[in-house]
């Protein structure tokens, strides 16, 4: 490869990965409640890299703090001094700070949702969680969370009437709880507080919920799916006019930015090197997407029914099929190395081996000459 195609190569990279990154955007959420509800355990079970101990927490007001971690699109405004003393200040503070926030242009800087937190055990709802749900509702969605739950006892029914302004109130145990002779309690509740903050928050919010969370692969799956189905659109429409295979390079921007927009939507840590490795490796490097005549004939030996009798051209169909087959097989590339752990991180390399394993099976479907 010349210098000037490895700069360019470089260049549609870096290109590809802001896109991928602006698109998918931040998810900003207010979590409330008392002192020792379990606020911390709750944003560390559900969300990824240990975010409440090892995340940068920054005061943005006397009584709350913000959150976050590199690489993950996501910012929680932990709000503090809900006690009696001082709940006052606390709710007026974060009035404020939410009123200041709805005014940008940004809809990534907005507070999108908030989880006010009440601990199972306390069985009382206080005015101070009273009056700051009345507060939050005015300007955005409220989920009930009922914190370190093992046993109900109506305890939900009851947060239900004395905060009816929340949208749903959720029974979660962020962490498995073992007892003296080993009876267990396993976790339960969070793909239930995940699903219904996906449905509630902003559809542009949606990619970086879903990368942000490690509960549940469904979500991730959903979006990624989303992803390919927008990238087929627009390889068809590129092959509208016929594109001769030696000219077929451009449909591998779009389906490089493709795959860096389900990374992103998976919550990897994608970079310009991820990128490179993952593209050079099981692009130009396996089974290829639309690099010369001689590889893009081979990639429409992939997809079943196609063969070779499509003749010398890329109609929109086929450009539409290829670059489903290729997303689809990223997804399920993925899909293999965390389904066992939604929290997993594999490496650029593990899956480019893998993405190579998927792609190279679907030449085991039998071709149409």
Same mark, same amino acid.
């Given at each position: 490869?010349?210098?000037?195609?490895?700069?360019?190569?470089?260049?549609?990279?870096?290109?590809?990965?802001?896109?991928?990154?602006?698109?998918?955007g931040k998810v900003n959420i207010v979590v409330a409640g008392k002192t020792g509800v379990g606020k911390s355990t709750?944003?560390?079970?559900?969300?990824?890299?240990?975010?409440?101990?090892?995340?940068?927490?920054?005061?943005?007001?006397?009584?709350?703090?913000?959150?976050?971690?590199?690489?993950?699109?996501?910012?929680?405004?932990?709000?503090?001094?809900?006690?009696?003393?001082?709940?006052?200040?606390t709710v007026h503070d974060l009035e404020k700070l939410i009123q200041d926030k709805k005014k940008s242009k940004d809809?990534?800087?907005?507070?999108?949702?908030?989880?006010?937190?009440?601990?199972?055990?306390?069985?009382?709802?206080?005015?101070?969680?009273?009056?700051?749900?009345?507060?939050?509702?005015?300007?955005?969605?409220?989920?009930?969370?009922?914190?370190?739950?093992?046993?109900?006892?109506?305890?939900?029914?009851?947060?239900?009437?004395?905060?009816?302004?929340?949208?749903?109130?959720?029974?979660?145990?962020?962490?498995?709880?073992?007892?003296?002779? *080993?009876?267990? /309690?396993?976790?339960?509740? $969070?793909?239930? %507080? &995940?699903?219904?903050?996906? =449905?509630?928050?902003?559809? +542009?919010?949606?990619?970086?919920?879903?990368?942000?969370?490690?509960?549940?692969?469904?979500?991730?799956?959903?979006?990624?799916?989303?992803?390919?189905?927008?990238?087929?659109?627009?390889?068809?429409?590129?092959?509208?006019?016929?594109?001769?295979?030696?000219?077929?390079?451009?449909?591998?921007?779009?389906?490089?930015?493709?795959?860096?927009?389900?990374?992103?939507?998976? *919550?990897?840590? /994608?970079?310009?090197?991820? $990128?490179?490795? %993952? &593209?050079?490796?099981?692009? =130009?490097?396996?089974?290829? +997407?639309?690099?010369?005549?001689?590889?893009?004939?081979?990639?429409?030996?992939?997809?079943?029914?196609?063969?070779?009798?499509?003749?010398?051209?890329?109609?929109?169909?086929?450009?539409?099929?290829?670059?489903?087959?290729?997303?689809?097989?990223?997804?399920?590339?993925?899909?293999?190395?965390?389904?066992?752990?939604p929290s997993r991180i594999p490496t650029a390399e593990e899956i480019r081996d893998e993405f190579m394993r998927q792609?190279?099976?679907?030449?085991?479907?039998?071709?149409?000459?």
């Amino acid at each position: 490869m010349s210098v000037k195609l490895e700069n360019d190569f470089a260049e549609l990279l870096k290109q590809k990965l802001e896109e991928a990154l602006n698109q998918r955007g931040k998810v900003n959420i207010v979590v409330a409640g008392k002192t020792g509800v379990g606020k911390s355990t709750l944003v560390n079970a559900v969300f990824q890299g240990n975010l409440a101990e090892t995340g940068d927490g920054r005061p943005v007001t006397k009584t709350t703090r913000e959150i976050n971690k590199e690489g993950i699109p996501l910012s929680i405004f932990d709000t503090r001094g809900l006690e009696v003393s001082e709940y006052h200040n606390t709710v007026h503070d974060l009035e404020k700070l939410i009123q200041d926030k709805k005014k940008s242009k940004d809809p990534n800087q907005h507070i999108h949702i908030a989880w006010v937190c009440v601990m199972e055990g306390s069985r009382r709802v206080e005015d101070a969680e009273i009056k700051l749900v009345e507060m939050l509702d005015k300007y955005i969605p409220v989920v009930g969370v009922i914190t370190k739950s093992m046993s109900d006892s109506g305890f939900r029914h009851t947060v239900q009437e004395l905060l009816p302004q929340t949208r749903n109130v959720v029974r979660v145990l962020a962490k498995e709880t073992v007892f003296d002779g *080993g009876y267990t /309690i396993p976790a339960m509740g $969070l793909d239930n %507080l &995940v699903e219904l903050t996906m =449905t509630l928050v902003p559809e +542009t919010q949606r990619d970086a919920l879903a990368a942000a969370q490690k509960v549940s692969l469904n979500h991730k799956l959903q979006r990624a799916h989303t992803v390919v189905g927008g990238a087929a659109i627009t390889a068809g429409g590129a092959g509208a006019v016929p594109l001769p295979f030696s000219d077929a390079l451009a449909i591998i921007p779009i389906q490089i930015s493709m795959l860096a927009s389900i990374s992103a939507v998976w *919550g990897l840590p /994608i970079s310009t090197a991820f $990128l490179g490795t %993952l &593209v050079s490796g099981a692009i =130009t490097g396996s089974a290829g +997407t639309l690099v010369g005549r001689a590889t893009a004939g081979a990639l429409l030996k992939l997809i079943p029914g196609i063969g070779s009798t499509a003749g010398g051209a890329i109609s929109a169909g086929v450009a539409s099929t290829l670059t489903i087959a290729f997303g689809e097989a990223y997804i399920t590339a993925l899909y293999v190395l965390t389904k066992d752990d939604p929290s997993r991180i594999p490496t650029a390399e593990e899956i480019r081996d893998e993405f190579m394993r998927q792609l190279k099976s679907l030449k085991k479907e039998p071709a149409v000459d």
